[in-house]
């Protein structure tokens, strides 16, 4: 028996996947530019190729990621995936070995039993039957996960899951059917011819016991094959195109290749590689803290594949990269959504995307308006010429405190510093880049650059982390840029400034800007702990929550906004610390009104741990001495 009409449904959808994620590839591939095209050939044939192998297996099949930070979840997405290749690669070798002929066609192995019913009566045969049923058992028991998980997400430790529309749910519900089939079929085949294993034969003997198993089992082939064949069709038009997608993005990424800031055909490979497992609407605060649950990354990207305008969802963002930093395929979410931000509030943002690399498509995107600011009313600097300059920032103005004890530390540490905008100055352009004005901003940032360029200063200190990313990532600048957190620490270190311990505790909020966003977690860390005795809050680091005052966010209400900062402050000071810390002057300005806990700018701390030369206080080491940093987080 060589052919049965039941296998025309699998290999009319596999075939026809193939052949799309071949042809689908190869356009992506002739869209890339040049540069990213030679990255990605010399990745093919280079050390990135070991290391997207590596990251398929540790992620794309074990989910490695997700199962480090959510067991349940992490072994569901792992039965499915890695059980699913599994039973592909083993039932290709028992074709291969136990059929009649090698190198069988697909249908071969998928339907092995259908074809080789007395397969595994002993022996060898037997063993790998076991092997089979284990690894089936694996599967199904990832299935009844998933599918408790529709319904009850707390079952996997989440709190929401993605609303699905109609033909994701076909697609979904095909995808259920594919093992719950296989069992069936495989189990009335093995009842019929007397075996099976612990989970096929077991099963296959109970019903052959009271139904006509012959007659049973074909009709659960049909079944498996209808339920595959739908599935592979439904690929490119559902969610589930990232299973093939997310192959070519791996190696895209390791080889280099980024999002920048133009639609493109990586971005359109990160928008498909999307499984909309959910993960990013569990960690948004404007979820769990706002009650918002419609804007989060999978909606953005779901409403980017389905040719939707998402400019609502694009603008109601903090932007704080919660969702960065646990996206399990690593898709770069803020920067998709920046790009998003940059096509204008009535954008159709899928044709934009397209529209780069397929010229005959139609733009759907009205024309943005012209308003082009002009900015010279901004005055002729000319700052006085100092090896440090320290940009306060406009959050800075606006909380005083913070540039006052920037004053003192710097005064008290003996640098020839200039303090460039003690009068006010022009903005340095991020909240225009937020907001997708980029023109905008760079007038700011060129006006900036003179200034800084005329002060012949080699360190540029900040107190805003938001000035901070800027000034290190769009700004060009022959200058070292330093958050003011980092500059401190490197004061205490080289004996420049002497400091009392405060004997106090301290609970620290790590700025989503300056953290997550910038990568600097240790230095504000270690600069507490010289004065004081710093608390864990379970928010550490990568893991932070932002304090809902982002200027990121062009659409949520001010009590919005407030329930987000009381929500992450009552989480910040559950050790009822004597100081909420932080190292962002709008962080400092958000949490204020939301905590009774004093919050302070780690200026302010050390500020009031300095010890002035020549003071009544002033008992310890010579200033040039160096100093030992503590050992860690009590």
Known sequence: MQFEPFIIPFNIGLYFILIYAVARSITWFRALSRADKLRLQRGFFGKAFGQSLKEIFLESLIHRKILKSNFRLGYMHMSLAFGWFLLILFGTIEADIFGEAHLNPPYKAIFFKFFNPVHGRMGIEAAYTFLMDLILA??????????????????????????????????LISLWLIFPSRLLAESFTSGAYGTGSFLTGTIGSALASFLPAIEMAYPFWWLYSLSLGTFFILLPLTRYMHIPTELFLIFARNSGIRTGDQPGAFQEMQIYSCSSCGICIDVCQLNFAAGITNIQSAYLLKGLRNDNDVSEIANNCLMCGRCDEKCPVGIELTPIRMIARRAGDTVKSKSNILQRYFPQRPAVIPARPAISPSYSWLPDTRPAKADVIYFAGCMTHLTPAIKIAMVKILDASGVNYSFIDEDGGACCGRPLMLAGQDREARELINYNSQSIWKSGAKTLVTSCPICYKVFKESYYLDVEVLHHTQFIRRLILDGSVKLNFLRQTVAYHTPCELGRRSGVYDDPKRVLMHVSRLLKTGFED?????CGGSLGNTRISYQEK???????????????????????????????????????????????????PGSVKDTSESKTSKIKEPAGIN
């Open 562 to 612: 407030n329930k987000i900062a009381r929500d992450a402050a009552a989480e910040l000071t559950k050790e009822n610390p004597d100081i909420l810390a932080t190292a962002c002057p709008l962080c400092k300005k958000t949490f204020a009104g939301a905590t009774s806990t004093r919050v302070a700018d780690i200026a302010e701390i050390v500020a009031e741990a300095l010890v002035i």
């Open 542 to 546: 990568e893991n932070s929550l932002c």
């Open 138 to 171: 694996f599967i199904l028991s990832g299935l009844i996960l998933a599918v408790i998980k529709r319904f009850y997400s707390p079952v996997v430790g989440m709190k929401r899951t993605t609303k699905l529309k109609s033909l994701d749910k076909v697609a």
